[in-house]
């Protein structure tokens, strides 16, 4: 059982409760919360990304497997993408 998962899951699902359900969208950073057309849309999908990748970290604490390490990049270049994809579709 891997530590650092679990702790890096428990982060998502606090963030994916945050960010999702409250819709405190002021704990995201890299965009203009002036220029956001829909932040409930906003909200709605990067909780669920967070919610999708704790669960994604949950479920590698406890595999034994040396290719689990491939989550960590997996995260990051999908926050890449998700704000890549903010920044054009969502911003005015």
Do not use: C
């Amino acid at each position: 059982m891997n530590q650092h998962f679990i702790i890096i899951a428990a982060i998502l699902f606090v963030l994916a409760y945050f960010i999702g359900v409250k819709k405190q969208t002021w704990l995201l950073s890299g965009y203009n919360q002036q220029r956001v057309r829909d932040k409930d849309k906003l909200a709605r999908l990067v909780g669920a990304y967070n919610f999708i990748m704790g669960m994604m970290m949950l479920g590698g604490a406890f595999i034994s497997h040396p290719d689990v390490q491939i989550l960590f990049p997996i995260l990051i270049i999908g926050y890449l993408v998700l704000l890549g994809y903010v920044n054009t579709k969502m911003v005015e």
